[in-house]
Nanobody, 120 residues
Framework: VQLQASGGGLVQAGGSLRLSCATS??????MGWFRQAPGKQREFVAG????????VYADSVKGRFIVSRDKAARTVYLQMNSLKPEDTADYYC????????????????WGQGTQVTVSS
């Protein structure tokens, strides 16, 4: 399984960005978005299942971020709205064969990070 994340960049507070994660190889059941700010541990942001379109969000992004997937394109998206400086981090997509979880150790496959910087 290969994952390719893209779409990061520099944006002002209150702005929006959309991240993409293109997948190839064997399909897995759940996709997760995580982020890691400098000096902090990697944390769960949002997740979605391929088949049932079930979504889960961290409290810190609920109401601002939207995770979606395009099964035909094998791509998962993270629409980030009302961005805040504290959203600044490297964002990673990951996949696993089980249900969505918030634990990084549950995900065996990871893409490279895409950097998001939110200026105040």
């Amino acid at each position: 399984v290969q994952l390719q994340a893209s779409g990061g960049g520099l944006v002002q507070a209150g702005g929006s960005l959309r991240l993409s994660c293109a997948t190839s190889g064997r399909a897995n059941y759940a996709m997760g978005w995580f982020r890691q700010a400098p000096g902090k541990q990697r944390e769960f942001v949002a997740g979605i299942t391929w088949n049932w379109d079930t979504t889960v969000y961290a409290d810190s992004v609920k109401g601002r971020f939207i995770v979606s997937r395009d099964k035909a394109a094998r791509t998962v998206y993270l629409q980030m709205n009302s961005l805040k400086p504290e959203d600044t981090a490297d964002y990673y997509c990951a996949t696993r064969s089980g249900d969505i979880t918030s634990k990084t150790s549950d995900y065996p496959y990871w893409g490279q990070g895409t950097q998001v910087t939110v200026s105040s």
